[in-house]
Each structure stands twice: as structure tokens, then as C-alpha cells.
């Protein structure tokens, strides 16, 4: 296998790795925020990404989190989508495990825009995240935004950051 190849599966990894811990492997185990009522509430950036870690990885339902358990729902997970059983992941039991991984953060993506929670994302309700973005951005005020505009906005949220 070339080395190149090597560093993208390596790379790959890494991402369902952190996509698994972030995205978990299905709703809440305990109170599932779907049934509790926590409508697009627990996205990517959402409150509940701790609760996610225990979905993911508390095996034995605890509430307490060890490596080990990491480690087991991990190989778990990983023999799961080694569909021919040969200790590795070709690319199409890869792409199956990655889809599987970020099917909850699609998701609560779908729940955010769902904004009356009917299950169906209408034109208005899609549109509406992005209703207001070039008046947001528009730092000049004459309606348009620019890449300096882009370049200026980035470069002094990260002073503010930097405390400066």
C-alpha cells in the first residue's frame, strides 16, 4: 500500500474517531434528548456532547467512563463494519462505519432547521439560517460582502480571542 494511502486511512481514522465520540451511536440512553423533548437542541456544538461520551462508550451503564470501555466499544464498533472478518476495513466497510457515525450529527442538522418539529423541512424553515447573513457580515453596510469584509471579520475575532 502506498504511503499516501496509509495517511488518509490513518487520517480517516482519526476523524470517526472524534466524529464517534462527538456524533455517539444513536440517541441518549438515558432520557434520549429526542423523547425528552430537546428538539435540535444537542447538535455538534449542542449541551449534551458529555451525555454523548457515555452513550458512545459507558458499556456496563454506570455513568462512570473507563479507557477500558472505551476501548471495547471502539473494537466493537470496528469489528462491527469488518463486514468479511479479515482485522481490517476496506474502503466500503469504512465509508459504512463513517456514515454510521455522522447519521446523528445529519440528524440533529435536519432537527435544527425542522423548526416546528413536524419532521419535514419546508423552503422558509430551510432558508432561514441564512436570512440574515450578508447583512451580519456586511461590515460596510452596502449589502454586499466581500472577501476583505470575510478577512477583516476573521482576523479581529481573533484578536478578541487573543485578548487583544
Same mark, same amino acid.
Request: proline share 1%; charged share 30%; hydrophobic share 35%.
Given at each position: 500500500?502506498?504511503?499516501?494511502?496509509?495517511?488518509?486511512?490513518?487520517?480517516?481514522?482519526?476523524?470517526?474517531?472524534?466524529?464517534?465520540?462527538?456524533?455517539?451511536?444513536?440517541?441518549?440512553?438515558?432520557?434520549?434528548?429526542?423523547?425528552?423533548?430537546?428538539?435540535?437542541?444537542?447538535?455538534?456544538?449542542?449541551?449534551?456532547?458529555?451525555?454523548?461520551?457515555?452513550?458512545?462508550?459507558?458499556?456496563?451503564?454506570?455513568?462512570?467512563?473507563?479507557?477500558?470501555?472505551?476501548?471495547?466499544?471502539?473494537?466493537?464498533?470496528?469489528?462491527?463494519?469488518?463486514?468479511?472478518?479479515?482485522?481490517?476495513?476496506?474502503?466500503?466497510?469504512?465509508?459504512?462505519?463513517?456514515?454510521?457515525?455522522? /447519521?446523528?450529527?445529519?440528524?440533529?442538522?435536519?432537527?435544527?432547521?425542522?423548526?416546528?418539529?413536524?419532521?419535514?423541512?419546508?423552503?422558509?424553515?430551510?432558508?432561514?439560517?441564512?436570512?440574515?447573513?450578508?447583512?451580519?457580515?456586511?461590515?460596510?453596510?452596502?449589502?454586499?460582502?466581500?472577501?476583505?469584509?470575510? /478577512?477583516?471579520?476573521?482576523?479581529?475575532?481573533?484578536?478578541?480571542?487573543?485578548?487583544?
Amino acid at each position: 500500500m502506498k504511503n499516501s494511502t496509509k495517511y488518509i486511512l490513518i487520517a480517516g481514522a482519526v476523524v470517526v474517531g472524534i466524529g464517534g465520540i462527538v456524533a455517539g451511536q444513536g440517541g441518549f440512553r438515558h432520557g434520549g434528548y429526542h423523547e425528552a423533548g430537546f428538539h435540535g437542541q444537542a447538535g455538534f456544538r449542542g449541551g449534551f456532547q458529555g451525555q454523548r461520551l457515555f452513550t458512545a462508550f459507558d458499556t456496563d451503564l454506570d455513568d462512570v467512563l473507563t479507557q477500558a470501555e472505551v476501548d471495547k466499544a471502539r473494537s466493537l464498533q470496528f469489528a462491527k463494519f469488518d463486514k468479511d472478518g479479515d482485522g481490517s476495513l476496506g474502503i466500503e466497510e469504512y465509508q459504512a462505519l463513517w456514515m454510521a457515525v455522522m /447519521r446523528e450529527r445529519m440528524v440533529d442538522r435536519f432537527q435544527r432547521h425542522d423548526d416546528d418539529g413536524d419532521a419535514k423541512v419546508t423552503p422558509e424553515e430551510f432558508a432561514k439560517r441564512t436570512s440574515r447573513m450578508v447583512s451580519r457580515l456586511d461590515t460596510d453596510g452596502d449589502g454586499k460582502v466581500t472577501r476583505a469584509e470575510l /478577512r477583516e471579520r476573521r482576523l479581529s475575532r481573533r484578536g478578541h480571542r487573543r485578548g487583544g
